[in-house]
């Protein structure tokens, strides 16, 4: 689920900005977290993964940190592009069932 | 090109009619899933089999079936659709591995409109 005070609905950026999206996830014992993009009448698509071992995972203008103290996670997106305007979610799993999704963040790119 | 294809993309039934919305993977995945996905209530999994003959409930199984008889299908029937089930829904899959967890390809949905 989402925490309110770290989850915004929407997040509006200036083309060349660094975007950071948040997310509290809600079980403890979660192992794996993912980053799923979802453009407009498209299925979400997979941006990056972290699993509890770590901390801090990059890609290519993407990183993943996840704090488990807090059970915080958080997405960087480096030098936003228009084409990076999509809903974003994080999602949680523990033992590799079940795939629990946050409410998802907006992200609107002007030029 | 390795891909989630669910069919119908798009489809408005009357109450009562059962319906049977398809999903194919061409990966060779264990493990696939159904999501539907609300305003306001985001990506909920209805159903997810981890390989062949195996399913399981999700967080939203009510009014819903699904089988697995082979490993690249996954179909999913509403055999009394309701309008309550009128939503955005989503077929995934993943390599299974215990203790491996993998992210999931999703397919680009299926809006169903039941009245």
């Known amino acids: 689920g989402e925490s309110v005070g770290l989850h915004l609905p929407t997040l509006s950026v200036q083309e060349g900005d660094n975007s950071i999206i948040n997310c509290a996830y809600s079980n403890s014992a979660s192992d794996y977290f993912i980053w799923y993009k979802q453009e407009s009448g498209k299925g979400p698509q997979f941006i990056i993964d972290i699993r509890s071992n770590m901390d801090k995972r990059q890609g290519q203008r993407v990183t993943v940190l996840l704090n488990k103290t807090v059970k915080h996670l958080s997405l960087q997106i480096a030098a936003t592009q228009p084409g990076d305007s999509a809903v974003y979610f994080c999602?949680?799993?523990?033992?590799?069932?079940?795939?629990?999704f946050g409410k998802g963040t907006t992200l609107s790119v002007s030029s | 090109e390795a891909q989630v294809t669910q069919n119908p993309r798009y489809l408005i039934t009357v109450t009562g009619k059962k319906l049977t919305v398809t999903c194919s993977q061409n990966m060779n995945h264990e493990y696939m899933s159904w999501y539907r996905q609300d305003p306001g209530l985001g990506l909920r999994q209805i159903y997810y089999s981890m390989n062949v003959e195996v399913t399981d409930k999700g967080d939203v199984p009510e009014g819903y079936k699904v089988s697995r008889k082979e490993k690249r299908n996954f179909p999913l029937i509403l055999e009394s659709p309701s309008p309550n089930q009128t939503s955005l829904y989503f077929c995934a899959s993943s390599p299974w591995d215990r203790g491996h967890n993998q992210p999931q390809h999703f397919g680009d949905g299926t809006r169903l409109s039941i009245l």
């Open positions: 999602a949680e799993t523990w033992g590799g069932t079940a795939l629990i």
